[in-house]
């Protein structure tokens, strides 16, 4: 649960996380290029990661040999997952890299796996009783038609000019919000939870839904979204607060600066290995990239400034180590252990993916470095 985060919920972390902070258009496509172009680059440890775990836990012998016989399958799934994922990035934009990706990645995988491509001799097998029913291509259709209308609607409204234009013109705005100086502008035709709407609308009809199950999965969606909901009308609210910190008649300087000036002094020779690393410890507690970005964003720009960093790239370096601090986030262990049916093995969950999410940010931070020079 790392490299798909940035773009995750139709670019979220990216849109709103750093969107709401202030930041122009600009600066936002050069931050997620950059933060597609280091996941790209870093998340070949995911899969060999995995492929690690496995059979560090399954197999009694030759470990080494069975590690060293999975990575050519390893790279495929990384590049086949990756590749999309940072085109879509390039030629569409923030919304789509991790939809795609994930959807082109499974297929090729689904394919290399059926046809033995590059698949080891010796095949670790959990259950080799388990009989394999035939799918059929009508099942597999149907079930990607969801995603495969929503990346349609995103795409004719991200890379037909006259079209983005039109919806992007169409505005809601509140300005001086209970007296503030805060304001906020919706474009209801344009925002990525209208095409998602679009998409289940058509698919309630297509696929006849009955109103029982409607009611079902709104009830269920419901009781997801709640708690997040909260922490984030008070994320939100957070960081208000340290925005409006910086207007006092005393002249002192906001939280969020006086922060990146500590933090920056404390760091400033090894910075840019520092910066995932607060976008993490900011996943880890909030349990979200989006918080994470919203907490942090703002204390990363200044501290770039200060230390004369290129701002894109540690903004970029926050966004993936936001999206890395996923996999140690407490509320997303407990999530995966339930579904697997593991019972409280959290820490030693947390001690194992830990050393992975800072390997993670080690060869973004790297990636960073040689990009910036180069």
Request: proline content about 4%.
């Amino acid at each position: 649960n790392s490299t798909p985060v940035s773009f995750g919920a139709a670019g979220t972390p990216i849109l709103f996380g750093l969107g709401k902070l202030g930041f122009d258009s600009v600066l936002l496509k050069e931050v997620y290029l950059k933060t597609a172009f280091l996941h790209f680059v870093s998340s070949i440890i995911v899969p060999i990661a995995i492929a690690y775990f496995i059979v560090s836990f399954y197999c009694k012998d030759n470990k080494r040999k069975r590690i060293l016989e999975i990575i050519p399958f390893a790279i495929l799934s990384w590049l086949s997952f990756t590749i999309p994922y940072l085109l879509t990035a390039i030629f569409i934009g923030p919304e789509l890299p991790s939809v795609i990706g994930g959807l082109v990645g499974l297929l090729i995988i689904g394919f290399a796996a059926h046809y033995k491509i590059l698949v080891p001799k010796n095949v670790l097998s959990f259950n080799k009783k388990v009989k394999k029913d035939k799918i059929s291509w009508k099942s597999v259709l149907t079930s990607i038609f969801p995603y495969v209308t929503i990346i349609f609607f995103l795409s004719i409204s991200r890379t037909i000019p006259y079209l983005k234009n039109t919806l992007s013109n169409i505005s809601i705005k509140w300005s001086d919000i209970l007296y503030s100086k805060v304001d906020y502008e919706f474009l209801p035709l344009y925002t990525p939870s209208f095409y998602l709407f679009l998409s289940i609308i058509l698919c309630i009809f297509l696929f006849k839904v009955k109103t029982n199950e409607i009611k079902s999965t709104f009830s269920q969606t419901l009781n997801k979204i709640k708690k997040p909901t909260i922490a984030l009308i008070f994320a939100l609210a957070f960081i208000q607060l340290l925005l409006a910190s910086s207007n006092n008649n005393a002249n002192i300087p906001g939280i969020h600066l006086i922060l990146a000036q500590s933090i920056g002094s404390l760091f400033s020779k090894i910075y840019i290995f520092v910066a995932p690393l607060i976008g993490m410890f900011g996943a880890f507690i909030a349990g979200s990239n989006t918080l994470s970005n919203f907490l942090f964003g703002l204390v990363q720009y200044d501290a770039a400034l200060a230390l004369s960093l290129p701002v894109a790239m540690i903004l970029a370096l926050q966004v993936v180590g936001g999206a890395v601090g996923n996999m140690i986030a407490i509320h997303n262990i407990l999530a995966a252990s339930a579904t697997v049916g593991v019972e409280n093995k959290e820490g030693v969950i947390i001690w194992k993916t830990i050393i992975v999410a800072i390997l993670y940010s080690i060869i973004a931070s790297l990636a960073a470095i040689i990009l910036i020079n180069f």
